[in-house]
């Protein structure tokens, strides 16, 4: 809910924050797009910094390292690049964003498993009851 009501914010009031940084009519034009696309990912990042939080709190860094190395390296660069190829900067924008949406997919396959693998039930080992 929040990741969405920020997209809208930023997505009517682009022009006029990108306007408090610059009065250039092709910076104002790339920011207020930038914050008309990217924003709709905010949720899915939110998605991808819990599943991370929840993999190291199950005391599993590598599973959280490999969410963060991929979305830097291995998904956003090339979505970006594919995108600029495509659509030019606005192409860059859209790649940022579906990044971030492919990897909050894999956070979340990696999160669930993860818990799933920790919290599975067990037998409890009982102790015969002693008198005093």
Known sequence: ??????????????????????????????????LWIVPISYGFMGMVNISSGC?????????AMAIGLSKSVFVQLP????GAALWGINGVFAGMAASTVLVAGLAYVLAKRASAQDIAP????????TSP
Do not use: H, W
Request: proline share 9%.
């Open 1 to 34: 809910v929040y990741g969405v009501a920020v997209a809208g914010i930023l997505a009517v009031a682009g022009g006029a924050i990108a306007s408090e940084f610059s009065n250039d009519p092709a910076l104002l034009s790339i920011a207020t797009t930038y």
């Open 79 to 82: 979505c970006a690049y594919a």
């Open 55 to 63: 993999l190291n709190s199950l005391a599993k860094p590598m599973p």
């Open 122 to 129: 067990t037998k409890p080992q009982l102790r015969p009851i």
